[in-house]
């Protein structure tokens, strides 16, 4: 419904209950019609009509239906009466008698919602092997706790306003999304550490001379500098 569209239903409004709307300014008139263009926008200008016009009908108080109102009107009149907890389990139970051979072609049966509940095919062949009295009572009662928790799960997302659904879904995506698995490092694949050796456990860079007793005293006797004194002395 476009802001055009929606000056349709304002007229409406207005036509049914002009003490209301008789000293709304233009600005706010304005503004009324632009929130309820955004909030109706994906839906048929018609229908907003009809939801409105039902609203008017079975008004007693003497005010104008609300957003909320005519939104709930709308689904109603769109959708239709919700199947009931009951009415679910009944489907569910009628399914499960022939459990045994045909889970596959019962289950593909199942609306939408039952089917999320229920599972899969094996579910409803290992439900058609329980007992009955279990299969009615403990069965049947989680069952139906789903059912009625998820069906006001679903009430609920129904109303909300289209770009905060599209969000929902978006975080909803995001959370399924499987977490990327560290990666480990194979200890095993690794080269072995490098060992620093202590300086005075390293070999000297050059082996030290091996000198005879009598080099040692001719050395002394000719008074020339060893290897060992040079390097000491820088030369």
Request: with cysteine.
């Amino acid at each position: 419904m476009t802001a055009a569209e929606t000056g349709t239903i304002m007229n409406i409004l207005q036509a049914a209950y002009p003490r209301f709307y008789a000293d709304i300014s233009k600005a706010n008139e304005r503004k009324i019609v632009l929130l309820w263009a955004e909030m109706f926008a994906n839906d048929d200008v018609s229908l907003v009509a009809a939801a409105v016009k039902a609203l008017i009908e079975t008004d007693e108080k003497g005010f104008p239906p609300h957003i909320g109102a005519v939104k709930a009107k709308l689904r109603l009149l769109t959708v239709g009466d919700e199947m009931s907890e009951a009415e679910a389990w009944s489907m569910v139970a009628s399914a499960i008698r022939n459990g045994t051979y045909g889970a596959k072609a019962e289950f593909e049966k199942f609306p939408p919602i039952i089917r999320r509940i229920v599972g899969s095919p094996n579910t409803l062949r290992e439900w058609a092997g329980m007992d009955s009295e279990t299969v009615h009572s403990v069965v049947a009662s989680n069952f139906q706790r789903s059912y009625r928790a998820i069906s006001e799960r679903e009430r609920e997302f129904k109303k909300l306003p289209p770009d905060v659904k599209e969000l929902v879904l978006s975080l909803r995506c995001a959370q399924s999304e499987p977490a990327v698995p560290e990666k480990k490092t194979d200890v095993s694949q690794l080269p072995p550490p490098k060992r620093e050796i202590p300086a005075w456990m390293a070999e000297p860079a050059e082996k030290p001379v091996q000198r005879s007793r009598e080099e040692v005293i001719a050395m002394l006797r000719s008074g020339k500098p060893s290897r060992e004194e040079k390097r000491c002395n820088g030369d």
